[in-house]
């Protein structure tokens, strides 16, 4: 699989348990550790587990395999080396203490949204003609 084809497939997997703040580092231009790293917030560390639970084991049945874990033990950050993509599920205070978009600030960084969550749609006023002369906004 190509390190863009698992990116989306990975995104997909940390969407399914409500990762947030989900952002795609693009390092090719920067350094040659890894093609991306996907990083993704969770609110605890059950949710962390479930993340990176869901991504280890449906990439395994594909037949994907998982090069090196690490993070298990505390569930503050975990990481999963697919040695193109490197996922980082952390917890909303370990993400912002380690920072790894702004120490990776070289490299393009790219926020991704769930394609499922459909945003609210502005409201527009539609003008309806009752009668010659007579307009009503709605």
């Known amino acids: 699989m190509k390190p863009e084809q698992l990116v989306k ?3 997909e997997l940390i969407f399914e348990k409500k990762g947030t ?3 795609l580092i693009n390092l090719q231009p920067v350094t040659t550790v890894a093609d991306y790293f996907i990083i993704c917030s969770a609110d605890s560390d059950t949710q962390v587990k479930a993340i990176a639970d869901n991504v280890d084991k449906s990439l395994r049945d594909e037949g ?3 090069w090196h874990k690490e993070g298990y033990s505390s569930l503050n950050w ?4 697919y ?3 490197v996922v980082h599920v952390f917890k909303h205070e370990s993400r912002l203490f380690y ?8 490299a393009p960084v790219e926020s991704l949204e ?3 969550l459909k945003k609210p749609r502005k409201r527009t006023t539609k003008k309806v003609i009752v009668s010659p002369g007579e307009i009503i906004e709605k």
């Open 9 to 11: 497939k990975i995104t």
């Open 83 to 85: 040695v193109d993509v």
């Open 21 to 23: 703040d989900v952002k």
């Open 99 to 106: 920072n790894l978009e702004k120490l990776w600030g070289d």
């Open 114 to 116: 769930d394609p499922k």
């Open 78 to 81: 975990v990481l999963l080396d």
């Open 64 to 66: 994907i395999k998982l």
